[in-house]
């Protein structure tokens, strides 16, 4: 088995693509610690238990892994990859099915909003944030301010706050004009 890896924005964290489906069509699933996956995920415990990995997040054809400042790619790469390979080869599922994505109660006189916010992320915004090893999320709408949270390589990478209020703020602004702001939220 072949997996290829890609650089992201954030040097901290390298994108590996298994050249096969790893969530799919079931969303994504971010790991921020080894106590977050909560027995939710084989594969993202098994990579916890690589020294220096510090953060997992699974998207739809690739695992975004983002070490420690003090580990080192040169150590840390290899020992992802031999995970990656053993987990895939095995057949084990990637993820426990039943993980919910918390979101904040939308009033009925915003769903119209809503629909349109989501549209816009999961058609214009989403795929360019996938390219690069992370997600963009919706938490939730309310009085004319957008909660997203920002996944994988893109949390806590230095240029995710400027992709947030240059990239998807004005964007939204401009297709939806109830939007007054975009605020990021941690998960």
Not at 20 to 32: E, L
Not at 47 to 69: C, N, P, Q, Y
Not at 99 to 111: G, K
């Amino acid at each position: 088995m072949f997996i290829e890896t890609e650089d992201t924005p954030n040097p901290a964290t390298l994108k590996f693509l298994p050249g096969r489906d790893v969530m799919g069509d079931r969303g994504t699933a971010d790991f921020i610690d080894a106590d977050a996956t909560a027995g939710r995920s084989v594969l993202a415990d098994a990579l916890f238990s690589v020294e220096g990995v510090s953060r997992i997040f699974l998207g739809a054809d690739f695992v975004s892994v983002t070490k420690s400042d003090d580990a080192d790619w040169r150590t840390v790469k290899p020992q992802v990859l031999a995970v990656l390979v053993d987990h895939f080869v095995s057949g084990h599922p990637v993820i426990e099915e039943g993980a919910a994505i918390i979101e904040d109660a939308i009033a009925p006189e915003d769903l119209e909003i809503v629909t349109q916010i989501r549209e816009l992320l999961d058609t214009r915004v989403r795929p360019a944030v996938a390219a690069d090893g992370g997600d963009i999320v919706f938490r939730g709408y309310r009085d004319g301010i957008v909660r997203l949270t920002m996944q994988g390589a893109c949390s806590g990478c230095p240029s995710s706050r400027a992709t947030l209020k240059h990239g998807v703020e004005n964007m939204l602004r401009h297709y939806v004009p109830e939007v007054v702001s975009v605020e990021q939220v941690e998960a």
